[in-house]
């Protein structure tokens, strides 16, 4: 059985108790993990805390080859973590060797940029007087990750916390722990420093508490010790984040639900269009807050561009992530996949066509899998499920416009924020998305993605505050004003 790790020790629950990890593409349990309590949590804190008096006067440089030696370890086990994230989450081992590559790119990005913090001189009215603006890390931070791409939703909490000199607690989601703690094993060991000065990472600077959200993060969020929140989820439980750990004053970003429009004008390079709706939409089973949730068709391109993204979709090979053959995995939950079957159910009996899809894949090994076929429809009105709620899954829904007006209005007409797109070669309509698009991230003639290098985050219900880039670290320093009189 797995454990989890609180002060730089492999520990069993405070209860005993432990859970499940079942594979989605078999129903077969992986592993075991510790059921964690608030007790655990408790103990969590006080090693975060302990570690944070060494951790925060550590050089922002050793910050930086920590990250940095972090990353080398991650490498030498990214076959192994590959394997683990496939059989707890679903996802294809392709799909997995990407998500780990996208960890060690963002990491990497905060190792160097550990040293590049500044604060600022600021001129005073008063004279023989000047002050400064300095920023110190918070303190203990939590991160409470989700299931759908566990390891890079990590990073982008570990990376800034680590790097701006916090210390902080891990709780991944209950389904997908395993690749976590494979990956935050290796962080433990890294070092930094020369010769006999080399240090290893204080014990306690990296925590992870396994358990159900009703009891860690519940606790993440109500104790006073724990300065700051970091939450990757839907839009429901961020309000209850958001809500719970204001009671406590705590700093909190949320990078919440999303119903990304995709618009695609009649100028675009049509084959490019057609390959990335495919990706946008259907990688890692459709399963990404960023994903092409919406996609908008100026009317003329429409039915061509539907037949042949619908030819892609009738050769993606639906099975076990651990086969070669497969290019879609399942479903991580069949609850979720139960959710997915009632809006597309809906779309169809208020008319929607289901050009592709639509149902399960039956027969053999798929039968014990949450399995669900690559689905297009048509025809969509604007009231169904699928056009206002959040689609997690394998569901394109697409709709039909004359003018660029009209699709920015329609995409608009979302509660998210989260991510858009536009597709063409006028540079007008490309300016005009920009500016009218109620989205925090705006792609032109590119896939929706998550660059470590930019700030990423929604509006509207979609969250606040910013992941990624360096403005990730505004949200894990402090600023502090000093004022200096020469006396």
């Known amino acids: 059985m797995a454990?989890?790790?609180?002060?730089?020790?492999?520990?069993?629950?405070?209860?005993?108790?432990?859970?499940e990890v079942r594979n989605p593409a078999t129903g077969e349990v992986v592993d075991k993990v510790p059921k964690g309590t608030a007790k655990d949590v408790e103990q969590a804190i006080g090693a975060a805390e302990k570690a944070f008096q060494e951790w925060s006067d550590t050089t922002p440089e050793d910050r930086g080859k920590m990250l940095t030696n972090a990353c080398e370890l991650i490498k030498q086990k990214s076959g192994e973590i590959a394997q683990a994230l496939t059989k707890e989450q679903g996802k294809t081992l392709f799909e997995a060797g990407l998500e780990i590559h996208h960890l060690l790119h963002g990491l990497e990005f905060y190792a160097g940029l550990a040293s590049k913090v500044r604060g600022s001189h600021v001129p005073l009215p008063q004279k023989g007087a000047y002050g400064m603006v300095v920023r110190q890390p918070i303190g203990v931070c939590g991160g409470i990750v989700p299931w759908n791409f566990p390891l890079t939703l990590m990073g982008t909490k570990l990376g800034p916390a680590l790097a701006a000199g916090n210390t902080i607690i891990i709780k991944p989601a209950s389904t997908t722990p395993l690749a976590t703690l494979l990956c935050i094993e290796q962080i433990q060991k890294a070092t930094y420093g020369e010769g006999k000065q080399q240090k290893t990472l204080p014990k306690g600077a990296v925590n992870v508490v396994t358990g159900p959200?009703?009891?860690?993060?519940?606790e993440l969020l109500k104790n006073p010790r724990v300065r700051r929140i970091a939450f990757t989820g839907s839009t429901p439980v961020g309000r209850h984040v958001m809500e719970v750990a204001g009671r406590e004053i705590k700093r909190v970003t949320l990078e919440l639900g999303g119903s990304d429009p995709m618009i695609v004008m009649e100028d675009s390079n049509l084959d490019l269009a057609v390959k990335m709706a495919d990706i946008g939409r259907f990688f890692n089973c459709g399963q990404m807050c960023l994903g092409v949730k919406r996609l908008f068709l100026q009317e003329s391109i429409a039915e061509g561009f539907v037949g042949k993204l619908a030819d892609i979709l009738k050769g993606k090979t639906v099975g076990d992530g651990m086969s070669k053959e497969t290019r879609m995995g399942p479903i991580h939950l069949d609850s979720q996949r139960k959710e997915i079957e009632e809006q597309v159910e809906d779309a169809k009996a208020r008319g929607a066509k289901i050009v592709f899809g639509g149902e399960r894949p039956k027969g053999g090994e798929l039968d014990k899998g949450f399995f669900y076929l690559p689905t297009l429809i048509t025809n969509v009105p604007d009231n169904a499920r699928v056009s206002v709620e959040e689609t997690f899954g394998p569901v394109l829904p697409v709709f039909t416009f004359k003018t660029l007006d009209e699709a920015i209005e329609k995409a608009n007409s979302s509660i998210y924020g989260l991510g858009s797109s536009i597709w063409t070669r006028n540079l007008i309509h490309a300016n005009k998305a920009i500016d009218k698009l109620q989205a925090g991230n705006v792609w032109v003639n590119s896939l929706h993605y998550g660059y470590d290098e930019l700030p990423f985050g929604g509006v509207k219900a979609s969250g606040l505050g910013r992941e990624h880039g360096?403005?990730?670290?505004?949200?894990?320093?402090?600023p502090k004003g000093v004022v200096i009189v020469n006396a």
Request: hydrophobic content about 35%.
């Open 213 to 218: 959200g009703g009891a860690v993060g519940e």
């Open 470 to 478: 360096p403005e990730a670290l505004d949200y894990y320093l402090e």
């Open 3 to 19: 454990k989890m790790l609180i002060g730089g020790e492999l520990v069993d629950s405070a209860s005993g108790q432990s859970q």
